[in-house]
């Protein structure tokens, strides 16, 4: 996001790290920034400020930023899921934070892994705040829809419930697909992959992602996606009935209605 | 496959095509080669044969090449099944016949689709007749062989039960395990594809392949894929428990040593 910013040109960036380790690889890479693992360096004086961390430590990083904060700036987030986060910054933040995940990224992980093409013509997804306890005001909507504007993605607005029950299809779903599909292979002989071609590939491409990472986004989103895969299931026992019954108008029919489905998928 | 040959230089090609259309096609992209509808203009003096039509139309097409096949002419195949090609086609050829499989290939079809290096560090599966009936002769293996090394393939040799067995788990799981994803998105709202990052763009990418093909190969292939899908549910069944009981340590383990298997697979 950072080198995404840099090259837009007209954005003052500033990083926070934990660790002096990934700080200077970064700074190296964004640099000019300003970088420092003290927030008190970084917070005050930041118009946006972006939590890219694991979703289990952004709520007690939000209670450090917090009293540093400038009275007008506003507060978003890259995690890919919202309710569970939602609940922990709203209280905090107030009318000063929107939700946001991008529909980006790879299975790679680390600073080493940054594209500064990454978020172009990627969907970036806000949850702004939206009960009677809290509301995000229009300031903090528009300033955040600015940013990810900025670096060229493509903004869609729901409610935290329904970007968890829409990711937890389209996002979450096709990581369990993937990884019980790479375990299916290990659990018959896992040499088999070496006659694999492209379909294998492609299809198992994300169960390299960061098992950490996987951990928090299943467990913090664990309803819908248990409801995802049992969905899932239910395709794949319809599919079997209509191989066993050797049904050839139905099976051709369920092919060719995915083929349909996903052809419809805008190209990149 | 014939521009890849055509690349190499030393080969003299042949193309026979059902239909004018796709005959023309063929010819213009190939060119210079011998083209024709008629088996009678292309079979004679020919010394490898490589049938690459649907699984289900091989053996007729297979009966009307045999008379006009030279004395020391050998055949082949390119089908993604193997069991039921080698029983059609064996008793028609018997020693001059090798079974082959290119893992290799992409989600389009059509001559427009073809590309001169498809085959490049992709591998070839070989399945020799090896029964008390009849046998592959040495000289047939060698030609065949010969002609897929040519283009740069890797080449396995195994029996067609091994071959479809290992096909079923990974080539033809993958393909189940992305149709049924697509359609678990069209049974909640396929305009869910318009926020899909990469994740799903690539795990459903074999989706939109040929139906007509795809019904072949399964049909053809059913018993050990209805094998590989019951494997596949068994796995994520084990993932769904997990997420269930929120079983953060098994559930890392599981993500972690499909990363870990996964990271096997040579890169492209």
Redesign the interface.
């Known amino acids: 996001m950072a080198l995404a910013l840099k090259k837009q040109g007209d954005w003052e960036i500033r990083i926070w790290a934990r660790d002096q380790a990934s700080l200077q690889e970064s700074e190296a890479i964004v640099c000019p920034a300003k970088a420092s693992c003290r927030l008190e360096e970084i917070i005050p004086g930041a118009k946006i400020v972006v939590l890219c961390t694991p979703i289990v430590a952004m709520g007690r990083l939000a209670r450090q930023i917090y009293p540093l904060l400038d009275h007008d700036a506003v507060v978003t987030d890259v995690g890919s899921v919202k309710t569970a986060v939602m609940c922990e910054l709203a209280p905090i933040f107030n009318e000063r934070f929107v939700g946001g995940h991008p529909?980006?990224?790879?299975e790679q992980s680390g600073v080493g892994a940054a594209r500064a093409n990454l978020f172009e013509g990627?969907?970036c997804?806000l949850t702004p705040l939206c009960s009677p306890e809290a509301s995000s005001s229009n300031v903090s909507l528009q300033a955040v829809r600015k940013l990810w504007s900025a670096i060229g993605t493509r903004i869609?607005e729901m409610s935290p419930e329904e970007h968890d029950a829409?990711?937890a299809?389209?996002?979450h779903?096709?990581?369990?697909?993937?990884?019980?599909?790479?375990?299916?292979?290990?659990?018959?002989n896992?040499s088999?992959?070496?006659?694999?071609?492209?379909?294998?590939?492609?299809?198992?491409?994300?169960?390299?992602?960061?098992?950490?990472l996987?951990?928090d986004i299943?467990?913090g989103n664990?309803e819908p996606?248990?409801q995802?895969?049992?969905?899932?299931?239910?395709?794949?026992?319809?599919?079997?009935h209509l191989?066993?019954d050797?049904d050839?108008s139905k099976?051709?029919s369920?092919?060719?209605?995915?083929?349909e489905?996903?052809?419809?998928?805008?190209p990149?």
Chains 1, 2 share one sequence.
């Open positions: 529909m980006a990224g790879s990627a969907v997804i869609f829409s990711v299809m389209i996002s779903l096709p990581h369990a697909a993937a990884v019980a599909l790479v375990q299916s292979i290990g659990s018959q896992i088999l992959q070496e006659i694999a071609g492209g379909g294998y590939r492609d299809t198992t491409r994300v169960a390299v992602g960061s098992p950490d996987w951990v299943f467990l664990r996606i248990l995802s895969i049992s969905e899932y299931m239910n395709q794949l026992q319809t599919l079997s191989l066993r050797a050839t099976l051709r369920f092919l060719k209605e995915a083929k489905a996903r052809s419809q998928l805008r990149i």
